[in-house]
């Protein structure tokens, strides 16, 4: 596997043990040697640096979203016939973004303050509560409440909602080597349509105050002008997409911030002393240690990049993760800085252009406040390194335990 330009030995696998232990191990010699990756064993290209990864980010009509969203897909070179939100290009995704963006306003996720607050606390009462001195971070917390937040907006009963987590989390589970998704992961997945299926049907018959509710209701322009309800397999896309990016996103950046202010206190201090600096220091989260490692597109047309020739019809990784910690668009950006200068470069965590994320308001929200909870419980802690375990995950990257041993 080799530099499409200029033949170095540069390994880049994001299938292995190896990158599920510590991507950001390889991506300073991609941006340095390989901008333009060529894998011959999985047979994609990978684009590493900030310029070209946000470039890529915003050309849907060089690299499109319309034919999945992992190498297995897109490989396969067929549009995806279960549209969702990440899996459509112009005009048709623009139709549906303004659809389901009334939902994401900042008065809207400024309304779910509440319901957030007193999901994160219930979810953490246990820890405190019990005066225990050990927790974990990740196993105990962070992965409940933010499938609980989502679920509880789409409207699904509480019965299914921890659920939903686990079939998000075998579906993304990928074993070393494993490109496709698992026969358990496609159950998983079924499992879930159907729960949403059989849900959409109710809310059909006796709506609520719910997300899913308010889809069924909806008028959507379709490409050729005709207003039209949705589908219902679209109403179950987008509860499909929003369940998985809002159980995942959080769990990881919550498990993530333990670790990263366990290896820098001082700035756990400083967050002790001073609350307001919550949410910067999300965003230097987001920058530092991306839940989302990557985004996976396919080339429309050939397109040459730093003199290499992608060529058409090519699955291309946009490494965001690479980009957020590209040294030529942030300043000594391997440091983890909640006072970093973030007008420096956009922060890709949540992707760029038209498919950036469409929670990530409500993601910051959720973290912030589970932050400060977390300083109220450990305002000193130890992180627990030998307990310490990262998630083997598609395009998901974090830690699924981080025991913690809370200083009283």
């Known amino acids: 596997m080799t530099d499409a330009q200029h033949g170095t ?10 990158f599920y232990g510590d991507p950001h191990a390889f991506y300073p010699r991609l941006r340095a040697e390989a901008p333009v990756y060529y894998n011959d064993t999985y047979e994609f290209y990978a684009l590493s640096r900030h310029a070209d990864v946000a470039a890529g980010l915003r050309d849907f009509a060089t690299f499109s979203s319309a034919y999945g969203v992992d190498l297995g897909m897109v490989r396969r070179g067929e549009k995806v016939p279960a549209k969702m939100l990440i899996s459509i290009d112009p005009p048709e995704h623009r139709a549906m973004r303004s659809l389901v963006n009334k939902v994401f306003t900042p008065r809207a996720i400024e309304a779910l303050r509440a319901m957030v607050d007193q999901t994160v606390d219930r979810f953490l009462s246990v820890a405190r509560d019990g005066e225990c001195s050990t927790f974990d971070v990740v196993q105990d917390f962070s992965v409940y409440f933010p499938v609980d937040v989502i679920t509880q907006m789409l409207g699904v009963p509480e019965e299914y909602r921890q659920q939903v987590r686990l079939w998000i989390d075998e579906s993304l589970h990928r074993e070393p080597g494993q490109i496709d998704m698992s026969e358990s992961g496609m159950q998983a997945m079924a499992d879930m349509w159907l729960m949403y299926y059989q849900l959409i049907q109710e809310r059909r018959e006796r709506p609520r105050e719910d997300m899913i509710s308010a889809l069924i209701a909806a008028e959507v322009e ?3 002008g005709t207003i039209e309800r949705l589908r219902d397999s679209e109403i179950a ?25 366990a290896r820098h206190p001082d700035q ?37 990049v730093h003199g290499v020739t992608i060529p058409a019809g090519a699955p291309v990784f946009l490494l965001g993760a690479s980009a957020n910690r590209d040294p030529e668009a942030w300043t000594a950006p391997d440091v983890f800085d909640i006072h970093r200068d973030r007008s420096e470069a956009p922060n890709l965590a949540f992707g760029y252009g038209i498919h950036s994320c469409l929670g990530a308001a409500l993601a910051r929200l959720e973290g912030a406040i589970a932050l400060d909870k977390l300083l109220d419980l450990m305002p000193r802690y130890e992180v627990q390194w030998d ?18 041993r809370i200083l009283r």
Request: charged letters at 25%; proline letters at 3%.
């Open 387 to 404: 307990g310490c375990r990262r998630v083997s995950m598609q395009n998901v990257s974090g830690w699924s335990h981080v025991p913690v």
């Open 9 to 18: 030995e540069v390994h880049f696998d994001p299938f292995s043990a190896d």
């Open 222 to 224: 379709r490409e050729d």
């Open 237 to 261: 896309g987008f509860a499909t997409l929003l369940g998985g990016a809002g159980a995942e996103t959080v769990t990881k950046l919550i498990g993530s911030a333990a670790v990263a202010f």
């Open 268 to 304: 756990w201090r400083q967050l002790l002393a001073d609350r307001s600096k919550i949410g910067v220091a999300i965003e230097e989260l987001l920058r530092y240690d991306a839940p989302v490692q990557y985004n996976v597109r396919r080339s429309n047309v050939d397109v040459t």
